[in-house]
DNA sequence: AATAGACACAACCGCCGAGAT
DNA sequence: TATCTCGGCGGTTGTGTCTAT
């Protein structure tokens, strides 16, 4: 009859993760590797219902994650990539490995939503059916032929790219196997970043009278600092000069794996081609007002 | 300095397809 | 084959922070 229930949905445990639970999820996934999140409240004694496990860890503990503001780059690919999939943000974010569909999502919902209004409803848009771009203008027609061209283009790109799943797993590099938590070193930067973060915001008085049941509690159940635990767990003395995301940036990078499932992508032909698509300034202007409702056969 | 409203983002909810039993 | 959960996704909500008054 089935598989049995994941956890036992009573006692389950919500809101803002402590940095001791991440810990111990961090620890889970350097031990058995993403996925079998099934297991991970039973192993662990996390009391947080398996959804949240991988949740926390796609979102926020797993390996480049790239935090901060979005550069105007990450900010072209988002609008170019939504007007051309939608709100697939899962998929546009498989080509900003950096970033988690989450963020994307927020990005878009928040600023990106707005900026586009503006400049819908701002100067530059034409009504006399001609085109133009920083160069030149062209017909109308020339542009819609041009433009299917480009499309068929970016659509192959698009499902080359995407079609990388399943073929590797680059999560485990083979390298991995010799050298256990290799692959998992940036999750413990992504928490020490997350304690250091909590320690700059959290004030030393309220630091230190917080007790453990506090959601923002620094200190474990036995009043061990955390992130001595957590050093000693992972170690992570050489955060300061590893962390910036440029060991993450695209060329030449450890393979980034979003949710540890799947593999990075972005191999760098496919991504570039479809970027230089993508912000060409004619496919820009003419995807921001694109409308998929109106051509239900493009795809 | 106090307050209200806007904003940003982490986390949860509900749905769906795939797969396990 | 039927039933059930897992894993993944997009939408939504809750809450802390910022800003204007």
Known sequence: MGRPPCCDKIGVKK???????????????????????????????????????????????RPGIKRGSFTDHEEKMIIQLQALLGNKWAAIASYLPERTDNDI?????????????????????????????????????QWERRLQADIHTAKQALKDALSFENTTNNYFPDECDTKPGFSYASSTENISRLLKEWVKNTPKSENSSKCSSSQNSYEGKNGIDLSEAFESLFGF?????????????????????????????????????????????QVKDYLTNFSFDENPDLF
């Open 15 to 61: 809101g803002p993760w402590t940095p001791e639970e991440d810990i111990m999820l961090v620890s889970f996934v350097q031990e058995n590797g993403p996925g079998n999140w099934r297991a991970v409240p039973a192993s662990t004694g996390l009391r947080r219902c398996s959804k949240s496990c991988r949740l926390r860890w796609t979102n926020y503990l």
């Open 105 to 141: 999502k927020n990005y878009w919902n928040t600023h990106l939503k707005k900026k586009l209004k503006k400049l819908q409803n701002g100067p530059g848009h034409q009504e006399n059916g001609s085109i133009s771009s920083n160069s030149h203008s062209i017909s109308r027609g």
């Open 237 to 281: 003395e050489n955060f300061e000069k590893s962390s910036n995301s440029d060991e993450f940036s695209r060329s030449g990078s450890p393979s980034i794996v979003r949710d540890g499932t799947k593999p990075d992508p972005t191999g760098l032909a496919p991504l570039s081609m479809l970027e230089n698509w993508l912000l060409d300034d």
